[in-house]
């Protein structure tokens, strides 16, 4: 290999996505996040002798829902767990209980837009359903590690791509594709920080125009969507640094170090393991009939590509600004509840506002929409009332901070606080009068023509009212005047 | 032989077993008789044969997602030989 | 007083004739006196035995009782007991205390039976002979230097010699059956999925069923009700409602069609062979039609079960790790150390042979060929079976190819595993099936085996009982443990 030569990146992605049950895969041990250490272990996860697993149903159901929501083919019929012999203290068994041989989910796709726009469909080769590990504490002790086995038996689904992907960013994009799907599915609560959603990326080069696949690497575990792209990319790097040098790539797990921004192997994986699948004797086929199947398609909402089109077409809201508001679940059902109470108000501005001041009152106080500082009924009154010019939009920037955390509505602010515009022409027009007596020659350049001077005449009504004023009614005395 | 010293080895290290030197012979033979034993299995054509996991001929049941469990933590941690405060300790696990 | 079945001792409670912990006291006595020297018991439950004696007295006294009410029996140490430890016969769970009970000592305690003891086994319950045992070898009360069978040779062993009326076991290949039979008692094992096998320490997890051993076959039936019935904790539990086994005990066995494997009895020693003959005549006797039949596959069946059941094993044993519980080596260097030292030093050599060839069948290269095949074969031979019971009711066979053994007379693997041969085709298959004892000879026990179709367990208990009407077999009890 010469430095001339043009490398082809193949990335293929395995996400690992919890899925928001109530109790684990194989027993009724509670699943919330964050309890102190052991306390959600059962006699299963704790792998005391003599105990079973029972399957829960939800799993299925869940993992049926994602399947339905990636078009996948094969929804089997029939699918089967089968057991992954390894040793390691966060998994208590001495396996792990997957499906190799028979998963629930193939063959689905899923299309994203690649570097020039275009739409790219990348084939997912199946979601699996498996057991989550527990996890190992390292800093705490020296010569130590912690076990700590609450999220032992966690359920998780596997979400295996073809190596369809070709740079990091497209690898991002179906990643953030992926999570919300599971997000809007309900399935999954999307939490990255806590590894709810995780990623390993097998990630290898080829010279462009060569056929077969080069050897790959796994990277291990990312947990975040910046972390995925920097680690393909600095993996892509040192591959090819590797190759030109006349070195080879040899097939392995690396970890990424975000610290060092660097991957390295895994040592604990380095001892060529064999994992000696085999079926599960303790679980038996999960059997399903197609209705089963049907029945689970009322539960697949509407996805953010069919909202955007909604948004964009029936709405008139801006592409950009569509987009922004369909990728979020939380903001979709809040702006999708708001557009169904409308009367006057325009879908539009409802989309203005909830990107623009609502969004930075969300940031500034560091808070997410559903936790209901601001209802829809609240900002449904905001909407209305600037739609009827009762206030102008300035003062709703005022009354929605107003309405930050209250129950207040937009009507009661505007009374109690009198913000409500000046309405009565006779009262605006003593005030316009006597700005223009204050003014004589800067009325006399607006009546010239000079419409910065309407502007000035404007801001200076404004002023005086507080912004109460109609710019609409200001500019009609202005020119009867 | 129909199973050697070395797959006998590399056998203990995946089952996480020690075989000491001085046993190791004796292992190999007795695995070789019972490899040669379990060989009569190649005897009969079973091309048209679907694999039996389990004699009942049943499908997985399904549970509610309910929790059942309630938090047994002291009585798993007081059963362990090394532990600290909530964990389980094992020696530093290499990642 | 003349301590006979499970019915006459019920009555004699019911009669308010003798006391719960009368009836202990006896045969606690007889355990005194006699289980150190047959090695049968790895320890004594007297703290659960005791408040279980005040709990039936008071049901029987309020006249709540079960028939099972107030019965003293002893659990194969594989069944998880709370507050007492259930070592599997292994140094690896020797101080192992359960947290909870199995679903089979759950059912039997809450028909108020006595649990006495925790008997010996071979460890893990793997072996035939009870030699595999960490706290020793089990003694048979027919020969102090004879092997009771195993793995359940402690459980057989004290139904011999009557240091109780009843002994839960467990079955992967033939550990109730053989035992049974060689010590001279009445064994039955049911289907599989009748039984649940939750707090079963596991050995092989698509062939271990738990069963019990008793003088007759009605007090089998009696017990074996009880212990039977779906669990959802066991997803392999059969849905199936549940049966008093002991219903049927009464009818006639005429015209039943009982099928002979020709090839099994042919392959047997003359003296053996002369005894299950006379077993199978007196049935014919009985009214029984004799049907031969063919079992083509089952010559293969321990070669199978020798690849399914250790590579089961090598999984289910791989979470004794000396972490959570269970033995754990002193100062380990690393991880790895703490893992091979701990399970090297707690296991046993039979225990280690077995995890390394079900590992090695289950490894790279090797699963289609093995484990898959072994699957295959499985199915062959339950659709033997089935072609049989197209033709016939129960099927009559021998159990072990010998009587009880002398200790150290089988060293190589293989030879121990050849006493398997006529229980481990059923095994594979799931089926019901019992040993009953059917003579002596040269003053040992032999047994016949008796194997019903699927979920048939009252026809083959129907059977064994009418023969035990007309026959005295099992009331034969060895030198020195008369009642």
């Known amino acids: 290999m010469n430095n001339s030569t043009q490398w082809e990146t193949v990335i293929g992605l395995e996400i690992h996505t919890q899925l928001k049950t109530n109790s684990k895969l194989f027993a009724g041990t509670d699943t919330t996040y964050g309890a102190s250490p052991n306390s959600h272990v059962s006699m299963l996860e704790a792998a005391m002798p003599g105990t079973l697993p029972v399957f829960n149903e939800k799993v299925l159901r869940y993992a049926i829902r994602f399947g339905l929501a990636v078009g996948a083919k094969v929804i089997a019929k029939e699918s089967t767990f089968d057991r992954k012999n390894y040793f390691y203290p966060d998994s208590p068994k001495g396996y792990q209980i997957t499906q190799l041989n028979h998963p629930i989910v193939e063959h689905g796709t899923l299309t994203i837009q690649d570097k020039n726009g275009n739409d790219k469909i990348i084939r997912i080769n199946r979601a699996h359903i498996e057991e989550d590990a527990g996890k190992s504490v390292h800093d705490k002790y020296a010569e130590f590690s912690g076990i700590d086995l609450n999220r032992c038996g966690t359920p998780l689904i596997e979400i295996v791509s073809e190596p369809d992907l070709s740079s990091a960013k497209e690898a991002v994009t179906y990643m953030k594709e992926i999570h919300s799907i599971v997000t809007h599915l309900g399935i999954c609560d999307g939490n990255l920080q806590e590894g709810s959603f995780r990623c390993d990326a097998n990630v290898s080069i080829r010279p462009v125009g060569q056929n077969e696949l080069g050897t790959r690497t796994e990277l291990k575990n990312i947990n975040s969507f910046r972390f995925v792209e920097k680690a393909i990319n600095i993996e892509i790097k040192r591959q090819i640094k590797l190759l030109e040098s006349g070195g080879k790539v040899t097939q392995e797990t690396r970890l990424y170090d975000s610290d060092k921004n660097e991957t390295r192997p895994m040592r604990s994986k380095e001892e060529a393991n064999d994992y000696r699948y085999f079926p599960d004797p303790d679980l038996l086929p999960v059997v399903i009939d197609q209705a089963y199947i049907d029945n689970e398609k009322q539960y697949i909402p509407e996805f953010p590509a069919a909202k955007i089109i909604r948004y964009t077409q029936g709405l008139e809201i801006k592409p950009d600004d569509a987009k922004i508001i369909a990728q979020d679940k939380s903001l979709a059902e809040f702006f999708d509840e708001t557009v169904k109470s409308l009367k006057q108000a325009k879908a539009k501005t409802a989309a203005n506002m909830l990107l623009g001041e609502f969004s930075a009152l969300l940031n500034s106080n560091d808070v997410k929409v559903e936790d209901n500082n601001l209802n829809v009924a609240q900002f449904v009154g905001l909407l209305e009332a600037l739609a009827e010019g009762k206030i102008s939009h300035k003062i709703a920037k005022t009354i929605i901070e107003k309405m930050w955390g209250t129950n207040l509505l937009a009507e009661e602010i505007i009374k109690t606080e009198g913000l409500g515009q000046v309405s009565d022409s006779g009262e605006l027009e003593t005030i316009v009068k006597e700005i223009i007596n204050n003014n004589q020659s800067q009325f006399a350049a607006y009546k010239e023509g000079d419409m910065k001077m309407f502007n000035y005449f404007v801001g200076q009504v404004m002023k005086q009212t507080k912004g109460r004023a109609n710019p609409a009614q200001v500019k009609t005395i202005l020119e009867k005047s | 032989m129909l199973i050697n010293r070395k797959e006998v080895e590399q056998i203990a290290v995946l089952a996480k077993l020690h075989v000491s030197e001085s046993e190791i012979d004796a292992i190999v033979t007795s695995l070789d008789s019972i490899v040669e034993m379990i060989n009569h299995i190649s005897e009969v054509n079973t091309d048209n044969t679907k694999p039996m996991a389990n004699p009942m001929d049943a499908v997985q049941r399904l549970r509610a997602d309910e929790v059942t469990e309630t938090s047994i933590k002291e009585k798993l941690l007081s059963m362990a030989t090394q532990t600290d405060e909530d964990y389980f300790l094992v020696p530093t696990v290499v990642e | 007083m003349k301590l006979s079945g499970i019915k006459s001792i019920s009555q004699a409670l019911h009669n308010k004739i003798i006391s719960v912990q009368e009836l202990h006291d006896i045969y606690l006595k007889r355990l005194n006196t006699h289980a150190e020297n047959l090695n049968c018991i790895i320890n004594y439950t007297p703290e659960t035995a005791n408040q279980q004696i005040k709990a039936a007295q008071a049901l029987i006294d309020n006249k709540q009782a079960h028939l099972l009410t107030g019965i003293p029996l002893v659990h194969k140490d594989l069944f998880c007991t709370t507050g007492v430890n259930t070592t599997c016969g292994s140094r690896m769970l020797e101080n192992f205390v359960a947290p909870y009970d199995a679903t089979v000592v759950k059912n039997l305690n809450n028909r108020g039976m006595i649990t006495m003891a925790k008997a010996n086994m071979d460890e893990f319950a793997m072996g035939s002979s009870n030699e595999n045992s960490y706290f020793g070898a089990v003694k048979n009360p027919w020969g102090l230097n004879r092997v009771p069978g195993g793995s359940s040779g402690g459980s057989a062993a004290v139904v011999a010699a009557g240091l ?182 707690g296991f046993g050599e039979e225990v280690k042979r077995r995890i390394m060839i079900g590992t090695w069948a289950l490894s790279a ?119």
């Open chain 3, 365 to 483: 290269g090797f699963y289609d060929a093995y484990y898959r095949k072994a699957q295959k074969i499985r199915r062959l031979i339950a659709q033997d079976f089935d072609r049989a019971f197209a033709q016939v009711d129960i099927i009559a066979a021998p159990v072990s190819p010998e009587t009880a053994f002398k200790f150290n007379t089988k060293k190589d693997p293989v030879s121990m595993y050849q006493e398997d041969i006529y229980t481990i085709p059923s095994s594979l298959a799931g089926l019901p099936c019992l040993s009953m004892p059917i003579g002596l000879v040269d003053d040992l026990p032999v047994g016949l085996q008796l194997i019903g179709h699927n979920l048939q367990e009252s026809t083959i208990l129907n059977v064994a009982h009418q023969y035990q009407q007309d026959t005295n077999f099992h009331k034969m009890v060895a030198e020195g443990y008369d009642e």
């Open chain 3, 164 to 345: 109780a009326p009843i002994a839960t076991g467990t079955d992967t290949g033939g550990s109730i059956r053989q035992p049974a039979a060689l010590t001279g008692i009445t064994g039955i094992k049911p289907s599989y999925g009748r039984a649940s096998r939750y707090g079963m320490v596991a050995f092989a997890s698509s062939l271990d069923q738990a069963g019990v051993f008793a003088r007759s076959a009605e007090d089998c039936a009696y017990v074996l009700s009880e212990m039977c019935g779906f669990d959802a904790k066991d997803s392999t539990s059969a849905q199936v409602a549940k049966e008093d086994f002991s219903e049927n005990l009464n009818q006639s066995i005429k015209g039943l069609k009982v099928g002979i494997v020709t090839e099994w009895m042919d392959g047997l020693s003359p003296d053996i062979k002369q005894a299950t003959e006379q077993a199978i005549a007196k049935l014919q006797d009985m009214g029984a039609q004799l049907v031969e039949i063919e079992l083509p596959t089952a010559h293969l069946a321990v070669s199978a079960y020798y690849v399914i059941a250790p590579a089961e094993c090598s999984s289910n044993l791989s979470r004794f790790d000396g972490i959570r519980y269970g033995h754990q080596c002193e100062n380990p260097v690393d991880l790895n150390d703490l893992y091979v030292r701990s399970r090297s030093e």
